[in-house]
């Protein structure tokens, strides 16, 4: 049985016991030794005092891309915020859609000034009645589900890009909201049509736009659309040759590639990737439009007859002398196959 003496001896060693380590706890809790540590801590005291709510370091570090803890596991999941998207966002809606912008009036206010000055390009002999075949059923099946792909998606494409600032002041929310979701999905749904349309459109015309002698003549004469007579040219004329290779093929492609990475982000591509695919979609979808815009105006009201090959397959034989007399010269002296000059059937008279 222990003595009180004893049992006091050992009250007061936990008693020294207990004070020890209550003395290194104090001590673990004290404010940091390290200068920059407890400068750091007061900055931070004084602004919850002055601006609550705001906790700036922490923000600085979500903000700084370096990589944080997360129970998900894959590409950027542990990146809670991208800090280059705001440099997306600012060049997307400013430099990219206002000079690009600018850029599509601009080439339609020129090609209003030269039809305005220049007028459609006629004929200076009159139509004989006699047709030649300029495309087969499966060129201009092609032809027009490229163009109609390229058409929705241009208008969709618009709306998504400048809606926000230049339909959504004029229609209100509701309908503006309604309009450009039917404009995105349209978008996202007809885009891989249109790279399918790209591959089979180049596949299609691709022999029959390689360069040919007359060519360079063509181009340094501008194809006479400034004077009275064209100049001779093949099937194509280096003009068109120039748009399918330069159009077509190489602004198709980046447009049909970058689209798709757009599309699918289910492919574990990056923000990154994507925020870059978004910009050179754009300057590369505004470079084809503006080409696509005179390339309809020179198909349709600003060349007399152009629009006939693409309608039915055939051109009067004026026409085809005219303004592609190489090729014209080639069917007669029978050096084209009759299956792909085609047939002349009797064409109805015109009315001026």
Known sequence: MPSTRDRILRLAGAVVVAALLGAGAAGAQSPAVNPGEADSAKQQALRQQTQPLNNQPM??????????????????TDILMQPQGQTWRALRN???????????????????????????????????????????????????STAGSFVV?????????????????????????????LAKNLHNFV???FVACVALLVLTFARKNLPQTGDLKWLLNFGGLLSDRE??????????????????????????????????????????????????????????????????????????????GMKTGYVDETWAKEHHEYWYNDIKAGRIPTEDAGAAPPMRERIA
Not at 98 to 104: I, P, S
Not at 153 to 181: D, E, Q, R
């Open 59 to 76: 923000w600085s570090e979500v903000r700084s891309g370096q990589k944080q803890y997360t129970s998900i596991q894959g590409r950027e």
């Open 94 to 144: 400013s430099e990219v859609s206002v000079y690009g912008g600018w850029a599509l009036v601009g080439i339609l206010l020129l090609i209003g000034a030269f039809y305005w000055w220049r007028g459609p390009i006629e004929l200076h002999e009159p139509y004989t009645g006699r047709k030649i075949r300029r495309f087969s059923d499966w060129e201009r099946i092609v032809h027009w």
């Open 153 to 181: 998606l241009a208008i969709s494409g618009l709306i998504i890009l400048f809606g926000k600032n230049l339909l959504l002041p004029v229609f209100g929310y509701t309908l503006f909201s309604w309009l450009a979701t």
């Open 191 to 193: 885009g891989p049509l």
């Open 231 to 308: 100049v001779p040219s093949h099937k194509f004329n280096a003009g068109e040759k120039l748009w399918f290779w330069g159009g077509a093929l190489l602004l198709g492609a980046v447009i049909s590639v970058t689209g798709l990475v757009l599309d699918f982000p289910n492919f574990n591509q990056t923000r990154g990737t994507m925020q870059v695919s978004n910009i050179v979609h754009l300057i590369a979808t505004t470079l084809f439009m503006m080409g696509a815009f005179a390339h309809i105006y020179i198909g349709t009201i600003g060349m007399r007859g152009a629009i006939d």
